[in-house]
């Protein structure tokens, strides 16, 4: 401690207890635990020293940002150094003609778009919360656009990292493809915190689509949306965003926005193109949607609705949390194979109502990847147990069918326990990796591998 | 040797000279060594025997499928054994409504895209050589189709891989995308050989578009091909393929496939979707390529045509060096932002002609990767300095400005010397891994890193 006030800006290090407490929890329903100190960095030279001292004292380091996890990541289980980037937010360099972009670990995804709007330019990767480029490519986020755009891990080019020694390096290149030397870029990302700490980004971004269209696609029950949603992936239409909200999460969003969308379970889609290969595209999914039953095919196609039908679609889990004050969000995240979407969307919502918990689902679900939303009253012990035997037992299905535990919100503590049934021997290969770049142990012990 | 004669069926392992030769070299100018023996693996239980047993004596393994390389990825440069994996050369699988096919390593892509034709699917990834689909994901290949459907790390969803202590894993899942654990499948693709070797492939297909075109875009000069390629990707054209061919490659191929297209230098194009967008993407490439200085855009719009088209691309490498017969293949695969692209390429062009070597340029333009080939005497020390100072020169500039030494040929031998400049630190990293995962050293060694 006193090393570090030392060594960085007086101001940089804080143990106020109001800033440890604002260090010590996320988003999620997962019990908070403070950090023994807050460092506020503002440079790459800053984190250098921070892992310098960190390294020699042999103390823990857990990266912080927005706090937006839901799976715990950023929670200092150990103690130790929270080590905020938030000060690390400018967008320092936008490369129009080679669709690239330079950014600090802290600019948020608004924060970005904002900056690449004068440029005809975005940056597609939208999970439900303004988070931060560096959280976002720490566990690989998503979002409504990977149907079409891809994951986080598909934006990253390069990665400015200072490992846990405080070594410097950069783990890729500016080319649009590469086969030289191993893929560190997609080893760090999704690594959560526990190989290095990101300093730099240079991210993918692109061209805004000459035409847009949003569509509201509303069904009778969840198994029309999803046979649709398979449908239009299967006749090889290139939707940009599809996604799936059920009536409960339709009634919370108009609570929460003011909205007044129909109260039944919807397929949220966007179309990105030319206008004569769009008018086509939404006239094939049209036809496909009224084959499984669509109730009505509503078309957002100016701005304004457009936007709404969007922030209405991120601002969906706290729309439903907003219902229960005082619960904590559990949610699932597991992605299935497209061709067990049906079977496995159909049981979540049948499994919830059940049980009899306060339960929604909703999802990506043209990566087979769907959230079961619940409120769970964190004091008491029986319902916790009750949510968390649904979340173990739909991610037992996707298991057993292939699929993953977690398809975009990272493994955290919260999906630690699925790692050895997901991954089997796999496990000690990372396990291996993780000691050969950290042999101390000290970069957010407690996340993603016991 | 008595111990692989023992564990493995008789006929299993070779020391016969022709078949020690043959797996010896490639198809570069790197120049040979025999491995100490050949073993024909037939199954998964094989490549664990093999592993085991070399893991005991610390006798080195090379994975071997084609031998399609140009970087001298499978020559047994320490002797050891050269693992042919030809015969596990099934498609075990294919999953129409997941987009999933599951093949063992010795497939080739052309094999695989006859079993997939009846489904109405196909493969993209295709690099000249009829290559497997093990080497192909071992080097992290790509091809003309790459900048619409990406690498072969993009394609890669799960691999089994048999570790150098003969322990098997899966890298992945069938999750089309995951947040849980690292990302090991990117990591084992493009580690040529050095982590294990993969006895199983789960990979993306895709639904054939319902429209496809092929278009010859021919320029009085390279520059013109250059300008109309980064126009048609700044139009935000999803354009399916988009390859440079300069007009010696122009002329080779017409000797060498009989065809007659016009000996300047072209842009060979390819579109797909449904016939109203693509229609409207066609019209405007030919506006930005008329812009350039067009002389001529020419449709291959017919199946025959447009596979002679193609056909003529993937000979491009063979029908130039059929032109010097007896000399060797080395090509330059560098990789850049497509905002130096054009200079890129210009230099490279007038860099061939300045040194009179025998050389032309290539390349998948639309990803900034392009070749400069060069006929080598490869037993003339001062021809083959030659070529590797221009080699030398072009790498020197791709990463001057932020590019790769390798686009998708890999690093094998030919551009281990450039991996400390391209890496720097980061190097470290990788051979840690590499440790980790083999601490034995006996994953084809000599390769990737020093």
């Known amino acids: 401690m006193e090393e570090l006030k030392t060594r960085l800006p007086k101001d940089a290090v804080s143990v106020n207890p109001t800033i440890l407490e604002q260090h010590g929890r996320d988003e999620s329903y997962h019990a908070p635990h403070n950090p023994d100190a807050v460092v506020f960095a503002k440079s790459r030279d800053d984190v250098v020293e921070v892992m310098r001292i960190a390294a020699k004292h042999r103390v823990p380091v857990i990266p912080f940002a927005i706090g937006s996890s839901v799976e715990g990541h950023v929670i200092p289980v150990q103690g130790g150094i929270s080590l905020d980037v938030t000060a690390m937010n400018q967008i320092l360099e936008i490369r129009p003609e080679d669709f690239l972009v330079r950014v600090q670990p802290g600019v948020t995804r608004t924060q970005l778009n904002r900056a690449l709007k004068p440029y005809g ?66 080893l760090f990302v999704g690594s959560e915190g526990t190989l290095g700490v990101f300093t730099e980004l240079w991210l993918r971004v692109y061209g805004l689509p000459e035409r847009v269209m949003a569509i509201r696609a509303e069904f009778p029950d969840v ?78 196609s100016d701005e304004e609705s457009r936007q709404q039908l969007w922030e209405a679609r991120h601002s969906a889990a706290r729309a439903f949390m907003a219902q229960y004050p005082g619960r ?14 049906a079977q496995a969307v159909t049981d979540a919502r049948e499994l919830l109502d059940r049980e009899g918990v306060y339960g929604a689902v909703l999802g990506h679900i043209g990566d087979g990847n769907y959230h079961a939303l619940i409120a769970v009253d964190t004091k008491d012990p029986e319902d916790v147990a ?38 089997g021997r796999a496990l000690l290969v990372m396990k291996a990796i993780r000691s050969a770049l950290d042999p101390l142990g000290i970069m957010n012990p407690g996340k993603l591998i016991d």
Chains 1, 2 share one sequence.
Do not use: W
């Open 121 to 186: 330019l975005f940056f597609p990767v939208d999970p439900g919360a303004d988070a931060s480029l560096g959280g976002m490519a720490a566990t690989n986020a998503s979002g409504t656009t990977t149907v079409r755009y891809g994951t986080m891990r598909d934006q990253v080019r390069d990665l400015e990292v200072v490992l846990p020694g405080g070594e410097v390096i950069h783990t890729g290149s500016l080319a649009a493809k590469s086969s030289s030397g191993y893929h560190l870029t997609g």
């Open 223 to 300: 198994s029309g949306c999803v046979k649709t949603a398979t449908a239009v992936l299967g006749a090889g239409i290139p939707v940009a965003r599809m996604e799936l909200v059920d009536e409960r999460i339709i009634e919370a969003v108009n609570a929460y926005k003011g909205t007044s969308y129909p109260k039944v379970p919807t397929l949220f889609l966007e179309f990105h193109g030319n206008p004569e290969g769009l008018e086509r595209d939404v006239q094939t999914a049209r036809e496909l949607a009224e084959e499984e039953g669509c109730l009505g095919f509503a078309f957002d």
């Open 328 to 341: 904590g969000m559990m949610t699932t995240d597991v992605c299935v194979p497209i061709s067990k979407m």
């Open 386 to 423: 009750r949510a968390e035997a649904i979340n173990e037992q739909l991610v037992e299905y996707a298991l057993a069918c292939g699929g993953t535990c977690t398809g975009e919100h990272g493994v955290g503590l919260g999906k630690r326990k699925y790692q050895e049934k997901e991954h």
